[in-house]
């Protein structure tokens, strides 16, 4: 691997390897880190994208036919959570937030999974040992600790793994991803900063809480930074590539500040109508991320209608499964809410299940 040489984010200069219309960008400090991606992994990094997206639409398409209770879209977003996702090691670890699913399925996350706690049967999605990956974090910017106490226990044990932690911008004016940032440079733990702008914390434009680059806060704490073009997925590997690479040598953390779009509302509760300008949308699927692979394929002479029917294929298949493993589910006992709340049970725990038991009795009987 060649030097982990991490520039420096204050001018707020984004770093681009494919330009917006599918032109490769020449970058003489992060080419060197993609130059084994092969016209293979070309292909199936745009096959990744196509399928998340559609995982998503389909995944909205059951919220609003009420199979779902809520869905948070990431649509837009697909080359910053490809692009790193699939960078990972296996024993690396994973913290994200709720919009993490694109980087759930680089991890083999089951397609049901995705969809359990969105449906309401259960309190965590999978078993975040099974995948690598911690169970989806609604608290705003909590997984940013959790995944330095991991990777200060992967620096003790003595392992070069190395976590990573997703968030948004709207995260970034919480106290623990700051409290977070001080505790990962002050013992150089192994873990990666990942942000992920896409411009709004839920109808707020990033501009209200940021007067400079979000990535240039992190030098501040005494960490490198970078700022890339999210919607790039061969930038997204780069910088990802860079920060692992720093964090196996003993170098510390890393943040990076993807910047992206958020394409669909913040959550299927929401209504980005009322708060987005029309322009600026359609200046953002300008730079649609899967347009832009679709274009750089093109030019290269990769996309066949042999690869276009089989990514289709692909995603017609997963989003059945999607679909087929939502309406499976059962609904959960009614007293298994109380399952697993602590690694061991409690005498007031215990008198709370005894208490909620004996109120759903009432309801026996027509009583």
Partial sequence: MPKHDVSSADDGELVQLLSPTGERVANAGYDEWVEDVDDDQLK?????????????????????????????????????????????????????????????????????????VWRGNSHAGWNPYDINMAPSQVIIGAQTLH????????????????????????????????????????????????????????????GLQARAPIASRAPGFGIPSMRIDGNDVLAVMAATRIALDRARSGNGPTYIEAVTYRMGPHTTSDDPSRYVDVLEREDWQAKDPVRR??????????????????????????????RDGCLALEEPEALSVFDNVYSKPTSWLERQKDQYAQYLQSFEGGH
């Fill in 44 to 116: 199936s990094l745009y096959e990744d994208m196509v399928v998340v997206r559609r995982i998503d639409t389909e995944a909205t398409a059951l919220q609003r036919q009420g199979e779902l209770g809520l869905w948070p879209p990431l649509i837009g977003q697909e080359a910053a959570q490809i692009g790193s996702g699939r960078t990972l090691r296996e024993d690396d670890f994973v913290f994200g937030s709720y919009r993490e699913n694109g980087v759930a399925y680089c991890r083999g996350v089951d397609y049901t999974d995705l969809l359990r």
């Fill in 293 to 322: 692979m679709e274009a750089y394929l093109q030019s290269r002479n990769l996309l066949t209608d042999e690869l276009t029917n089989q990514v289709k294929a692909k995603a017609d298949a997963v989003a059945k499964k999607l």
């Fill in 147 to 206: 995944a330095t106490g991991y990777a200060l226990g992967c620096q003790q044990d003595g392992v070069d793994t190395v976590a990573i932690t997703y968030f948004g911008d709207g995260a970034t004016s919480q106290g623990d991803p700051n409290e977070a940032m001080v505790f990962a440079a002050s013992f150089q733990a192994p873990v990666i900063f990942f942000c992920q702008n896409n411009q709004w914390a839920i109808s707020e434009p990033v």
